[in-house]
């Protein structure tokens, strides 16, 4: 399989769970996402999708191009694309603590997780493939970005 194969393959896929993990939630996103107190740093919620859609992408290029150095690296590759795996799950989880649960608390701590997996993610994906480890940063960026986010919003609504 050559390389944009699985380029295409991985973006397709992050796509997918990103946006199957998106449409559990929505009812909460709807509803009870709207009453809550949000710190004054929050955007628009129109942003959410187009930022993430766009993550979602850029985390399939970077897994694909590392999975493309399989033949080459293949212990590195397997065990950076297994931290790949983790996070993403840990991503799709944070969704149905946050939304499906309305528990901002406990989302926040599994979103510290999530932080901590992506971080050992672009240090991995870097050492096999500079451009992914610098696709990581963006996606390692927003998350921060999130992770203050989702402190205000428990803070404010506790």
Do not use: C
Not at 12 to 36: H, K, R
Not at 145 to 153: D, P
Request: no cysteine.
């Amino acid at each position: 399989m050559n390389q944009i194969t699985k380029i295409l393959i991985m973006v397709a896929t992050t796509v997918t769970l990103g946006y199957l993990s998106g449409q559990v939630t929505q009812s909460s996103v709807d509803t009870w996402y709207p009453t809550l107190n949000k710190p004054f740093f929050t955007p628009p919620n129109a942003v959410f999708p187009i930022a993430w859609g766009i993550l979602y992408m850029l985390m399939g290029v970077a897994a694909g191009l590392v999975w493309g150095r399989i033949e080459v690296q293949a212990p590195q590759v397997r065990r950076a694309l297994t931290f790949f795996w983790v996070q993403l799950a840990l991503n799709m989880l944070w969704s149905h603590l946050f939304f499906g649960l309305k528990n901002p608390l406990l989302a926040l701590v599994e979103i510290v997780l999530l932080w901590l997996m992506i971080y050992e993610t672009w240090f991995l994906f870097r050492k096999i493939y500079k451009i992914a480890g610098y696709i990581m940063v963006l996606y390692m960026a927003w998350v921060t970005y999130a992770t203050v986010l989702n402190a205000g919003i428990f803070w404010l609504n506790r």
